[in-house]
Nanobody
């Protein structure tokens, strides 16, 4: 059982930056593709960014060029650097660990990001 704990959310003005972190424990970190998803009330959870053990990244079109996902395999953590934030980035952000071979998904509890003037 993998536990994921997010931190770093908060309130920021449009154009500002935030850095989210996610610490994983209880599993073999290298077995999982790690990612960030976000959700607003009334909408489906959507992918923000993912990163493989080897550092291959994917991004939603809406965040390309503004967000950067990173991974520290030595410390079992990932981060999401969010720059040039927009009000439409407001959401609860969730850390995810996925193993496609065993079809396993783990989620963190979520952290609120609010972009508002």
């Amino acid at each position: 059982q993998v536990q994921l704990v997010e931190s770093g959310g908060g309130l920021v003005h449009p154009g500002g930056s935030l850095r989210l972190s996610c610490a994983a424990s209880g599993g073999i970190f290298s077995l999982y593709i790690m990612g960030w998803y976000r959700q607003v009330p009334g909408k489906q959870r959507e992918l923000v960014a993912t990163i493989t053990t080897r550092g291959i990244t994917t991004y939603a079109d809406s965040v390309k060029g503004r967000f950067a996902i990173s991974r520290d395999n030595a410390n079992d953590t990932i981060a999401l650097q969010m720059n040039s934030l927009k009000p439409e980035d407001t959401a609860v952000y969730y850390c995810n660990a996925e193993n496609k071979v065993f079809r396993i998904n783990y989620w963190g509890q979520g952290t609120q990001v609010t972009v508002s003037s």
